[in-house]
């Protein structure tokens, strides 16, 4: 048996408990050709979903297939851009960009069956409530991109609050 | 051999391939494939018994895309299933052993992959020992390199081809199987699996001889392949197919070896081999697909034309 120098000192004695080994790999990321045509939707001040051609349900954002039925969702179509809170929750702590107590709700856009989360602003939280009625708020035209970062937030619309049995499956 | 107490079959397939898919997502590439399996099948998936995938996170960079993998299928009501981080020939694996239990009676193994977009020679380096060799970056076409060598400077292969760049395939298989009485209903044309067998090889490369194949040979002895008269092999680089050869014992039958998209190739091997003996080209054939680097681990399996 061959043997290396002695292997001496109290760095080099103790079991070895951590090792790095750091990882970097770079992807180019493809959103689909659904996820793309929703995006450019966005772009141009809109919002479009899908329908599944099977059980109807109409997706937003549109995946390209439907989950349940597990077949492709080829009709498009623009929704409102009008919802209902299904379910929401203040927080009173600030995030980045923040300020608190700011308002997070999970809105049902009309003719959706998914619920999506945004910010509801533009009035007091202690007034918002389950089935407020509440509306996009678009970036300015010129600074709009490809995302959902387009919409700001949304607002009341003023109108009564959607009955339970509209949203009840949501909440 | 180890009889398969319920025997299975092959009853339909789908494939697509490319060298590069641009526009779709994995979802939107795998949904045609496996409607057309299934509708070939004549089955829609609340008949399927159970499902399996085979893919890699790794291959998106997202966590979990398998599970979202599941919009192509439709799992609702929820549905049997199940997935190997591995090319989709080992869940059809698991799909065998399954349809071994009594009551499920078809079952429905996809593979997806879209490698273009992310760095493949790179990213196959984290199934490698990740502290003692993963941390060194040897790429898989580097890895390759060294088996070539190894098997030239053996001097028993003859020429052994140089390694080309690691190919670098998007795609999709689906495979839709049977078992016995059920598989003769879905299709004229079963192809049955006689036998089919894994074995696997030490992780750490300094311990294995990489100008042999102990586990394709001994996977090969399990199944039985002394009477086939084609092969499909799932070779990554040429110089493989000259150690799959020699490991099956493979002397002057039709061999067809392809590397195909990372994590589907294997499962398209199945389809492939399918669709050849549900064509007339071959009999009785041998069905291959590899995993893990220098063809680390093996899966053969004899397929058969109905007598």
Request: with cysteine; net charge negative; proline share 8%.
């Amino acid at each position: 048996m061959t043997t290396g120098p002695a292997v001496t000192g109290p760095e080099v004695t103790g079991p070895v408990t951590i090792v790095e080994t750091p990882i970097h790999l770079d992807y180019s990321y493809t959103p689909g050709v659904a996820a793309s045509r929703f995006l450019r939707s966005l772009e141009r001040g809109e919002i479009v979903g899908q329908r599944c051609p099977r059980c109807k349900k109409v997706y937003m954002p549109p995946r390209g297939a439907c989950s349940m039925c597990g077949v492709a969702t080829d009709e498009e179509l623009t929704l409102s851009g009008k919802g209902t809170v299904c379910t929401f929750c203040v927080t009173r702590i600030p995030s980045p960009g923040l300020e608190a107590p700011y308002v997070s709700a999970w809105i049902r856009l009309d003719g959706a069956d998914i619920t999506s989360m945004f910010l509801v602003q533009e009035c007091d939280p202690e007034d918002v409530r389950l089935g407020m009625r509440v509306e996009a708020v678009w970036v300015e035209e010129a600074d709009r991109q490809p995302n959902l970062g387009n919409i700001k937030y949304f607002r009341p619309t003023g109108e009564p609050e959607a009955p339970y049995d509209d949203y009840k499956d949501y909440v | 051999m180890r009889q398969l107490q319920r025997p299975v079959a092959i009853v339909s397939w789908a494939s697509f391939e490319t060298p590069n898919e641009p526009a779709r997502n994995e979802v939107e590439m795998l949904l045609p494939v496996v409607q057309e399996a299934l509708q070939k099948a004549g089955l829609t998936q609340n008949q399927i018994g159970f499902t399996v995938s085979g893919s890699s996170d790794y291959l998106q960079g997202f966590p979990f895309a398998f599970v979202g993998a599941l919009d192509a299928v439709g799992a609702w009501p929820p549905i049997r299933e199940s997935h190997v981080e591995m090319d989709g020939a080992f869940a059809l694996y698991e799909a065998v052993n399954v349809l071994q239990e009594p009551g499920i009676d078809t079952a429905l193994v996809y593979a997806f992959a879209r490698p273009s977009r992310g760095e493949l020679d790179r990213t196959l380096v984290l199934q490698l020992d990740p502290y003692a060799v993963a941390p060194l970056w040897p790429d898989a076409r580097g890895l390759a390199g060294l088996q070539a060598q190894a098997m030239r400077d053996s001097g028993r292969f003859g020429d052994v081809p140089d390694v080309p760049a690691t190919t670098v395939a998007d795609g999709a298989t689906a495979v839709v199987l049977a078992v016995g009485a059920r598989a003769r209903e879905l299709t004229d044309t079963p192809v049955w699996i006689r036998g089919i067998d894994h074995r696997i090889e030490p992780a750490a490369l300094g311990v294995r001889d990489l100008t042999s194949s102990p586990s394709a040979e001994q996977a090969a002895r399990s199944v039985g392949v002394d009477d086939v008269d084609a092969a499909w092999l799932h070779a990554l680089y040429p110089h493989q197919e000259l150690l799959l050869r020699s490991a099956l014992g493979l002397h002057g039958q039709r061999v067809d070896a392809k590397a195909g998209p990372m994590m589907v190739g294997g499962l398209e091997r199945f389809a492939a081999a399918a669709a050849g003996i549900s064509g007339g080209a071959s009999k009785r054939a041998v069905a291959h697909a590899t995993s893990g680097p220098c063809l680390q681990q093996n899966l053969v399996a004899v397929l058969e034309a109905e007598k």
